[in-house]
C-alpha cells in the first residue's frame, strides 16, 4: 500500500474527524473567494468608476487584510487538529514508517483537503455570487440586476492563496511530526502537577486594568484631560494593550481563584458531577487562559468591527436624507433652464412634480474676533446663509417631514438649521447660542445682531449647497435684500427621488456638469445620497466579511482546543463509564466544562466591545444602540450553536455509546 493510499483510506474511515476542519477550511475559501470575485465584478466596477470613489482599490486593500486573517485562521485550525493526531501519528513511527513518509502522509491529506475546500469553495461561491452581489447592492440602496458570476482571476487568486496555505501548513505538520519521538506522540499532554488558586491580589489589579481602560475609552475626547495631544498616544495605547492585560489576569487568576473557592466548598464540590467538573477546571486554568484571553480580543474586535461599521451606515444613510430634502436645488438658473428641466420631469413616466419652489437666501459673514487659540471645534461660527421667516415656514410646510413651524421671530432673534446638530455635544450647541453675532453682508453696510434663540436639527435646503442657516424676522430679511445681492434657489420636488438616476442626467445637461460629481450650481438627492450610501455600504459590505472570517475564527479556536483536549481525556472517561457513569451524565460533565470556555470570553468580549462603542457614541454623538444589539445578539446565537456542537463532538468521542 503507499503513502497516497494509506493517507486516503485514513481520511474516508475517519471523515468525521477531518470533517470539522475540511469545513473550515471550505468556509475560507468561499469567503476569500467571493470576496475577490465580487472585486473583478464588472457591474460593480462601473459602480466604483462612475461614483469615482476608489472602490476596487479599496476591495483589493481588504482582500489583503482578508489573506491574512484566513491564513492565521487556517493555520491556527490545521495546527491544533495535528496536533490532536499526534498519537495517530506514533502509531505510524511505531509500524516502522520514518518521519519522512509520516510527513508524506500529512501533505497528502492537507493536499486532497485542500483540493476538495478549493473546488467545492469556489462552486458554492459561484452559485452565492448572486446572493452577495444583491447583499452589496442592498445595502447600496441601488436597483441593479445581478446574476451568477465566474472570475478566472478570482480562481486564479483562491488556488495561489491557498497554495501557498498548503505549503505552510504541511511544514507545520513536519515540525511537529520532527520535534517529537515517538514515545512523546503517543504521551498525552501533561497535565498541570499543581493546580491552580489563582490570586486575589492579581485579579483585583487585572479587573482595576480593564476598568480604567473602560474608562478612557468612555471619555470625550474634546473635554478629557486624558486626551490631550501630550497624552492621546499614550491614552490609546494603554487602552489596547491595559485592557488585554487585564483580561489576561483575570482569566488566568481571577477565575482560578473562583473554582478554587468553589473546591473548598465541599457541599457544592460532593454535588452531583461538580467534583468532575471541578478538578477539570482546575487542572487546565493555566494552560487555558492565553486561549481564553485571544477567544476574547477576538470576539471584541468582531463585535466592535460589525458594531461600528452597520451603526455608522445606519446615521450615515440617516444623515444623507436629512441633509437633503429636496430632490433637486439650482442656483443662479435662468429661466429658460427653469422650462427645461419643467419639461423634463413632465416627459419622465417614473416621476411627477410635486411642487416648484423659489427662494433667495443671502450669504453673511461674522465679524466678531474669533479666539483662534482655541481648536477648530471650540470655535464659533463665522459665516451664515440668512433667509426669512415666512420663506422658512413655506418650505417646511411644503417638505412635510417633521420640520418645526416658526410662529414668531423678534428683530435681532434667529433659529439655526443644523442637521448635524444631532451630532454635535451640547457644550458647542451653548457655544453657538451664548452671544449675539455680528453678522454683515456684501456691498451692505449695515451690521446686524443676531441671537441665535434655537438650534433645529433639520434642514429645508439641500446642505451641499446652502449651509449653516439662519431663519430672521421677515422684516429684517426684507432689510438685508434690499442692499444685497441674493442667491437665488430653484427647487424642484419630485416623486421617487431615490430611483431618479435617469432624471438626474437629463436635469444635468441642462444644468452642466457630471451626473454624479458635486456641481455648484444643482444639488440632487439623488446623487448625494447615492454616493454616500455607495461608499459607506462598501466599507460596511467589506467589514461583514471581515467580522464573519473573526468569527469563524474565534469559535473555530476554541472548537479545536475542545477536541484536542477531548482525544487526552478520551481514557478518563472510559474509567467512569466502566464505573456507571451514562452517557446522559458524560455529556452533562463535558456541558459543564466546556461551558466556561465559551461564556466567560464571550461576556467580557461582550464588555469589551460595549464600552469601545459607547466611547464612539459619546465622541462622534450618534446613536449605536439598535445595530449594536442585533449584532451582538446575532453573534450570540451563532456563538451558542457553535457551543452545542463542540458538546456533541467532544461527547461523541469520549463516550462509549454504552447507556
Known amino acids: 500500500m503507499t503513502l497516497f493510499n494509506i493517507a486516503f483510506t485514513n481520511m474516508r474511515k475517519n471523515f468525521g474527524q477531518f470533517s470539522m476542519y475540511l469545513g473550515s477550511l471550505i468556509l475560507s475559501v468561499l469567503i476569500y473567494f467571493t470576496f475577490v470575485s465580487l472585486a473583478y465584478t464588472k457591474s460593480i466596477g462601473v459602480i466604483f468608476e462612475k461614483w469615482e470613489i476608489g472602490g476596487q482599490g479599496v476591495f483589493m486593500a481588504a482582500a489583503i487584510v482578508l489573506i491574512l486573517f484566513v491564513a492565521f485562521f487556517v493555520f491556527y485550525s490545521s495546527n491544533y487538529f495535528t496536533r490532536s493526531r499526534k498519537r495517530e501519528l506514533g502509531l505510524y513511527s511505531l509500524l516502522g514508517l520514518r518521519k519522512s513518509q509520516i510527513g508524506r502522509i500529512i501533505f497528502y491529506e492537507n493536499l486532497m483537503m485542500h483540493v476538495m475546500a478549493v473546488v467545492s469553495g469556489i462552486v458554492i461561491g459561484v452559485f452565492f455570487s448572486k446572493f452577495f452581489s444583491m447583499l452589496l447592492f442592498w445595502i447600496m440602496d441601488l436597483s441593479i440586476d445581478s446574476g451568477f458570476t465566474f472570475s478566472v482571476s478570482a480562481m486564479l487568486s483562491t488556488m495561489l492563496v491557498f497554495g501557498i496555505i498548503l505549503v505552510v501548513t504541511t511544514a507545520n505538520g513536519y515540525w511537529i511530526?520532527?520535534?517529537?519521538?515517538?514515545?512523546?506522540?503517543?504521551?498525552?499532554?501533561?497535565?498541570?502537577?499543581?493546580?491552580?488558586?489563582?490570586?486575589?491580589?492579581?485579579?483585583?489589579?487585572?479587573?482595576?486594568?480593564?476598568?480604567?481602560?473602560?474608562?478612557?475609552?468612555?471619555?470625550?475626547?474634546?473635554?478629557?484631560?486624558?486626551?490631550?495631544?501630550?497624552?492621546?498616544?499614550?491614552?490609546?495605547?494603554?487602552?489596547?494593550?491595559?485592557?488585554?492585560?487585564?483580561?489576561?489576569?483575570?482569566?488566568?487568576?481571577?477565575?482560578?481563584?473562583?473554582?478554587?473557592?468553589?473546591?473548598?466548598?465541599?457541599?457544592?464540590?460532593?454535588?452531583?458531577?461538580?467534583?468532575?467538573?471541578?478538578?477539570?477546571?482546575?487542572?487546565?486554568?493555566?494552560?487555558?487562559?492565553?486561549?481564553?484571553?485571544?477567544?476574547?480580543?477576538?470576539?471584541?474586535?468582531?463585535?466592535?468591527?460589525?458594531?461600528?461599521?452597520?451603526?455608522?451606515?445606519?446615521?450615515?444613510?440617516?444623515?444623507?436624507?436629512?441633509?437633503?430634502?429636496?430632490?433637486?436645488?439650482?442656483?443662479?438658473?435662468?429661466?429658460?433652464?427653469?422650462?427645461?428641466?419643467?419639461?423634463?420631469?413632465?416627459?419622465?413616466?417614473?416621476?411627477?412634480?410635486?411642487?416648484?419652489?423659489?427662494?433667495?437666501?443671502?450669504?453673511?459673514?461674522?465679524?466678531?474676533?474669533?479666539?483662534?487659540?482655541?481648536?477648530?471645534?471650540?470655535?464659533?461660527?463665522?459665516?451664515?446663509?440668512?433667509?426669512?421667516?415666512?420663506?422658512?415656514?413655506?418650505?417646511?410646510?411644503k417638505l412635510d417631514n417633521d420640520s418645526k413651524r416658526i410662529k414668531y421671530l423678534a428683530d435681532g432673534e434667529a433659529i439655526f438649521l443644523s442637521p448635524v446638530g444631532g451630532f454635535e455635544n451640547k457644550q458647542r450647541a451653548d457655544l453657538w447660542m451664548k452671544d449675539p453675532y455680528t453678522v454683515t453682508f456684501k456691498n451692505n453696510p449695515v451690521q446686524y445682531s443676531l441671537e441665535i434663540k434655537a438650534i433645529y436639527n433639520h434642514e429645508v435646503f439641500n446642505m451641499d449647497m446652502v449651509s449653516s442657516t439662519l431663519i430672521v424676522s421677515d422684516r429684517i430679511y426684507q432689510e438685508i435684500s434690499q442692499k444685497t445681492m441674493p442667491k437665488h434657489i430653484d427647487i424642484f420636488q419630485v416623486t421617487n427621488e431615490d430611483r431618479a438616476e435617469v432624471l438626474d442626467h437629463r436635469i444635468q445637461k441642462i444644468i452642466g456638469g457630471n451626473p454624479y460629481m458635486y456641481n455648484v450650481s444643482m444639488s440632487s438627492f439623488y446623487s448625494n445620497y447615492h454616493r454616500m450610501s455607495t461608499l459607506i455600504g462598501v466599507i460596511l459590505y467589506i467589514g461583514m466579511f471581515i467580522g464573519i472570517v473573526f468569527f469563524a475564527a474565534t469559535g473555530s479556536i476554541i472548537y479545536f482546543k475542545q477536541i484536542t483536549e477531548a482525544v487526552d481525556e478520551k481514557p478518563r472517561f472510559e474509567v467512569l463509564q466502566k464505573l456507571g457513569m451514562s452517557q446522559k451524565e458524560v455529556r452533562s460533565v463535558i456541558a459543564k466544562q466546556v461551558l466556561p470556555v465559551f461564556l466567560i470570553p464571550l461576556i467580557l468580549g461582550i464588555c469589551h466591545s460595549v464600552a469601545a462603542l459607547i466611547g464612539l457614541s459619546v465622541n462622534l454623538m450618534y446613536s449605536v444602540g439598535a445595530p449594536v444589539m442585533i449584532s451582538t445578539t446575532i453573534y450570540t446565537v451563532f456563538f451558542i450553536v457553535y457551543y452545542f456542537v463542540c458538546v456533541n463532538t467532544y461527547t461523541k468521542m469520549v463516550a462509549s455509546g454504552d447507556d
Request: proline letters at 2%; hydrophobic letters at 45%; glycine letters at 4%.
Open 177 to 397: 511530526v520532527y520535534r517529537y519521538s515517538m514515545v512523546e506522540l503517543f504521551k498525552a499532554d501533561v497535565r498541570e502537577k499543581n493546580p491552580a488558586k489563582g490570586s486575589l491580589t492579581l485579579s483585583i489589579v487585572g479587573v482595576c486594568l480593564i476598568g480604567f481602560g473602560y474608562f478612557l475609552a468612555t471619555r470625550p475626547v474634546e473635554d478629557s484631560i486624558f486626551w490631550t495631544d501630550n497624552f492621546f498616544f499614550s491614552s490609546m495605547l494603554f487602552i489596547l494593550f491595559g485592557v488585554i492585560l487585564g483580561t489576561w489576569l483575570v482569566l488566568r487568576f481571577l477565575f482560578p481563584y473562583i473554582v478554587y473557592k468553589l473546591f473548598l466548598r465541599k457541599s457544592f464540590f460532593y454535588s452531583g458531577t461538580n467534583i468532575l467538573t471541578l478538578t477539570w477546571l482546575r487542572y487546565r486554568m493555566k494552560k487555558t487562559a492565553g486561549t481564553l484571553t485571544m477567544i476574547a480580543v477576538l470576539s471584541a474586535t468582531t463585535l466592535t468591527i460589525i458594531g461600528t461599521l452597520s451603526s455608522f451606515y445606519t446615521n450615515i444613510i440617516s444623515f444623507a436624507e436629512s441633509s437633503n430634502p429636496n430632490s433637486y436645488q439650482t442656483a443662479w438658473s435662468t429661466e429658460t433652464e427653469r422650462e427645461e428641466i419643467l419639461e423634463a420631469i413632465r416627459e419622465s413616466k417614473l416621476h411627477t412634480l410635486v411642487y416648484h419652489e423659489a427662494v433667495d437666501v443671502y450669504k453673511g459673514e461674522v465679524i466678531d474676533k474669533v479666539d483662534e487659540s482655541v481648536p477648530y471645534r471650540d470655535q464659533r461660527m463665522s459665516q451664515f446663509s440668512v433667509m426669512g421667516l415666512s420663506d422658512y415656514n413655506r418650505l417646511a410646510t
